[in-house]
């Protein structure tokens, strides 16, 4: 097993497939994209499944698969298979903003796809719209449909809470009580560019914290004559891989997580560590610290790339320690 110099066990990685999106949403990426990237500068599917073995014989079991967009690169479905049958490697997810789902659903699932996280901020068309600049709500709520139709298990959905924008909490809460999703609210975290810069630019005044969520929630669904939310018992909540606190309405069929990255933040138990889509290993999404991964296995093999590998998780910080801002957009660090 791979543990950090804090002691913490690191078996999760994130890999980035692609810093490209179909949707430019404003905290997320400028309107015009990213600068692209070259082939060269970017990790091979070859590549990233050498580094995917490494990892598994380091102690990594789980791995996420992430953006940008992950699903509007092509070859993903083979990558996912390759993934899914390396020995050590026990489950295979993805983060998506859904639009593609309806499509790849079933190939993704037959592949070794077994867990999906789908990214919606708001239930309003308009001001889907607006977030993502062009994309048209029904495209997601189809990649729900579609996910929760192949088996995928669990099927979350992530709402990043910006509390400039408004949205309509409860109706987000309600999604649980039908079917089986799991919706997890996530505090607004200063990724990429500062206040006052392009986008929404990220604020202190927009972060919500978690305790204060918890409660506009409650004061709504009492209103609304569904009772408060319930924490529900660590040993019977849907199967996480991270941090997440778990609430459910009486008799819902799914349930309701709080991500306090900021208030309530959880560096002692991260498990993780990140890949960027040109290679770059991060040991904390708040750190600008990265680690050359590519080089190292281009340079050097599969033993490099073990090397480069221990030396990011023995550089793994104790925790972020406030920081506000990064050098690169959520989109190029992947999600």
């Known amino acids: ?15 980035s497939v692609t810093d490209r999106c179909n949707l430019r949403c404003l905290y997320c990426m400028p309107e015009e994209g990213v600068a692209w990237k070259s082939h060269d500068d970017m990790l091979s599917f070859e590549e990233i499944t050498r ?24 070859g993903i479905i083979d ?13 295979v997810a993805m983060t998506t903003n859904g639009i593609l789902l309806p ?13 999906v996280n789908i990214s919606l901020d708001t239930l309003d068309p308009k001001q889907f719209a607006h977030i993502t600049r062009w994309g048209n709500i029904n495209d997601v709520f189809a990649g729900i449909d579609a996910a929760l139709k192949m088996g995928f298990n669990p099927v979350k959905v992530n709402a990043v809470v910006v509390r400039s924008l408004n949205q309509d909490l409860l109706s987000f809460a309600k999604l649980s009580l039908d079917r ?12 990429g560019a500062p206040e006052g810069e392009a986008g929404l630019g990220w604020s202190a005044a927009d972060t919500i914290p978690n305790e204060e969520l918890i409660m506009l929630i409650n004061e709504q669904a009492v209103s609304a004559g569904l009772g408060e939310l319930k924490p529900v018992d660590s040993t019977k909540s849907v199967t996480g891989w991270g941090p997440a606190r778990y609430y459910q309405f009486d008799n819902a069929a799914g349930s309701i997580g709080f991500i306090s990255a900021l208030s309530r933040h959880f560096c002692s138990e991260c498990n993780r560590l990140r890949l960027t889509a040109e290679g770059k290993l991060r040991p904390c999404l708040f750190n600008d610290d990265e680690y050359d991964l590519k080089k190292a296995l281009r340079t050097g093999g599969d033993e490099a790339a073990r090397d480069c590998l221990r030396e990011a998780l023995g550089s793994k910080p104790d925790e972020h320690h406030g920081q506000i801002g990064t050098e690169r957009l959520m989109s190029q660090i992947g999600g």
């Open 180 to 191: 089986p999703l799991h919706v997890r609210f996530i505090e607004y975290m200063p990724v």
């Open 79 to 91: 990558l996912i298979r390759e993934i899914a049958c390396t020995p050590g490697i026990e489950s």
């Open 51 to 74: 580094i995917v073995r490494v990892a598994a014989t380091e102690g990594f079991s789980r791995i996420r698969l992430t953006g940008g967009e992950p699903l509007v690169r092509l």
């Open 103 to 115: 499509k790849m659903a079933m190939e993704l699932r037959s592949a070794g796809l077994s867990r």
């Open 1 to 15: 097993m791979a543990y950090d110099q804090h002691g913490r066990k690191i078996d999760y990685l994130r890999i």
